[in-house]
Protein backbone atom coordinates (compact mmCIF):
# COMPACT_ATOMS: atom_id res chain seq x y z
CA UNK A 1 0.00 0.00 0.00
CA UNK A 2 1.20 3.52 -1.16
CA UNK A 3 1.93 5.92 1.74
CA UNK A 4 -0.30 8.82 2.35
CA UNK A 5 -0.01 11.99 1.20
CA UNK A 6 -0.50 14.81 3.10
CA UNK A 7 -0.45 17.74 1.43
CA UNK A 8 1.11 21.80 3.13
CA UNK A 9 -1.01 23.64 4.59
CA UNK A 10 -2.63 26.71 2.89
CA UNK A 11 -2.68 30.60 4.78
CA UNK A 12 -5.45 31.41 4.40
CA UNK A 13 -7.43 29.82 7.20
CA UNK A 14 -6.59 30.73 10.76
CA UNK A 15 -7.81 32.22 13.91
CA UNK A 16 -6.33 35.07 16.59
CA UNK A 17 -7.02 34.92 20.24
CA UNK A 18 -5.91 38.16 22.31
CA UNK A 19 -6.25 37.92 25.83
CA UNK A 20 -8.32 40.58 26.99
CA UNK A 21 -9.44 41.53 23.46
CA UNK A 22 -12.95 41.04 21.89
CA UNK A 23 -13.43 38.35 18.91
CA UNK A 24 -11.87 39.87 16.10
CA UNK A 25 -10.96 38.83 12.78
CA UNK A 26 -7.34 39.64 11.08
CA UNK A 27 -7.32 40.18 6.83
CA UNK A 28 -3.32 39.34 7.33
CA UNK A 29 -0.42 38.13 10.09
CA UNK A 30 3.01 38.02 9.73
CA UNK A 31 3.86 35.25 12.30
CA UNK A 32 7.32 36.30 14.24
CA UNK A 33 11.08 35.09 12.61
CA UNK A 34 13.13 33.83 15.79
CA UNK A 35 17.02 33.35 15.43
CA UNK A 36 20.08 32.85 16.92
CA UNK A 37 23.22 34.91 16.68
CA UNK A 38 26.10 32.60 17.28
CA UNK A 39 29.07 34.14 19.28
CA UNK A 40 32.97 33.32 18.12
CA UNK A 41 35.48 32.98 20.09
CA UNK A 42 38.96 31.83 19.54
CA UNK A 43 40.23 29.30 22.24
CA UNK A 44 43.95 29.52 23.60
CA UNK A 45 46.81 29.83 20.82
CA UNK A 46 44.07 28.98 17.76
CA UNK A 47 44.50 31.77 15.43
CA UNK A 48 43.02 30.54 12.51
CA UNK A 49 39.60 28.81 13.61
CA UNK A 50 37.04 30.70 15.75
CA UNK A 51 34.70 28.50 17.45
CA UNK A 52 30.97 29.36 17.71
CA UNK A 53 28.43 29.37 20.71
CA UNK A 54 24.74 29.99 20.28
CA UNK A 55 23.95 33.69 21.95
CA UNK A 56 20.54 34.97 23.22
CA UNK A 57 17.50 34.07 21.22
CA UNK A 58 15.79 37.06 19.63
CA UNK A 59 12.37 37.10 18.18
CA UNK A 60 11.11 39.16 15.90
CA UNK A 61 7.75 41.27 15.42
CA UNK A 62 3.92 40.04 14.92
CA UNK A 63 2.00 42.21 12.64
CA UNK A 64 -1.66 41.84 12.49
CA UNK A 65 -3.45 43.81 9.99
CA UNK A 66 -7.75 44.21 9.62
CA UNK A 67 -10.05 46.43 7.97
CA UNK A 68 -10.72 49.30 10.11
CA UNK A 69 -14.13 49.50 11.96
CA UNK A 70 -15.52 51.42 14.84
CA UNK A 71 -13.62 49.00 17.11
CA UNK A 72 -10.96 50.63 18.95
CA UNK A 73 -9.72 47.82 20.55
CA UNK A 74 -6.17 47.82 18.57
CA UNK A 75 -5.68 51.81 19.18
CA UNK A 76 -6.64 51.28 23.18
CA UNK A 77 -4.48 48.53 23.81
CA UNK A 78 -1.05 51.09 22.11
CA UNK A 79 -2.39 53.87 24.06
CA UNK A 80 -2.13 51.78 26.97
CA UNK A 81 1.17 50.46 26.08
CA UNK A 82 2.20 54.24 25.56
CA UNK A 83 1.09 55.29 28.87
CA UNK A 84 3.44 52.44 30.23
CA UNK A 85 0.36 50.09 31.73
CA UNK A 86 1.73 46.81 33.04
CA UNK A 87 -1.30 45.17 31.94
CA UNK A 88 -0.98 46.21 28.15
CA UNK A 89 1.16 42.42 27.80
CA UNK A 90 -1.60 39.96 26.70
CA UNK A 91 -0.90 36.49 25.10
CA UNK A 92 -2.23 35.71 21.76
CA UNK A 93 -2.78 32.14 20.03
CA UNK A 94 -2.79 31.78 16.20
CA UNK A 95 -4.62 28.44 14.86
CA UNK A 96 -4.30 27.43 11.72
CA UNK A 97 -7.09 25.40 10.01
CA UNK A 98 -7.21 23.33 7.22
CA UNK A 99 -10.03 23.11 4.57
CA UNK A 100 -12.48 21.08 7.29
CA UNK A 101 -12.04 23.78 9.76
CA UNK A 102 -10.13 21.29 11.91
CA UNK A 103 -7.17 22.62 14.54
CA UNK A 104 -4.13 22.08 12.56
CA UNK A 105 -1.12 24.04 14.10
CA UNK A 106 -1.50 26.39 17.13
CA UNK A 107 1.32 29.20 18.01
CA UNK A 108 1.58 30.56 21.48
CA UNK A 109 2.95 34.39 21.60
CA UNK A 110 3.13 35.59 25.22
CA UNK A 111 4.29 39.03 26.49
CA UNK A 112 2.90 41.00 23.30
CA UNK A 113 3.17 44.56 23.91
CA UNK A 114 2.41 47.41 20.70
CA UNK A 115 5.91 48.88 19.62
CA UNK A 116 3.74 50.33 16.63
CA UNK A 117 -0.19 51.37 15.44
CA UNK A 118 -0.79 53.00 12.48
CA UNK A 119 -3.36 53.22 9.25
CA UNK A 120 -3.85 52.63 5.44
CA UNK A 121 -3.37 56.29 3.39
CA UNK A 122 -6.20 58.07 2.56
CA UNK A 123 -6.68 58.46 -1.04
CA UNK A 124 -9.17 60.81 -2.67
CA UNK A 125 -9.09 58.36 -5.84
CA UNK A 126 -9.26 55.46 -3.62
CA UNK A 127 -11.76 52.60 -2.97
CA UNK A 128 -9.54 49.85 -1.33
CA UNK A 129 -10.54 49.18 2.56
CA UNK A 130 -8.99 51.16 4.94
CA UNK A 131 -5.96 48.82 6.62
CA UNK A 132 -5.63 49.04 10.47
CA UNK A 133 -2.40 47.62 11.28
CA UNK A 134 -0.19 46.82 14.77
CA UNK A 135 2.89 45.68 15.40
CA UNK A 136 3.81 43.64 18.76
CA UNK A 137 7.02 42.64 20.53
CA UNK A 138 6.98 39.00 21.54
CA UNK A 139 9.03 38.07 24.93
CA UNK A 140 8.11 34.04 23.44
CA UNK A 141 7.09 32.53 20.60
CA UNK A 142 6.29 28.74 20.11
CA UNK A 143 4.25 26.04 18.43
CA UNK A 144 1.76 24.10 20.86
CA UNK A 145 2.05 20.65 20.41
Known amino acids: MPPIRKDPYCNSQYLVEIDGLPDTGFSRVILPECRIDPIEYREGIETRSRRKLLGTPAIGKLVLERG ?78
Open 68 to 145: LTNSKALSDWYKAALEGNPLARRNIAITLLDEKNTNVCRWKITGAIPMKYGISPLTAKGDEVLIETIELACESFQRDE
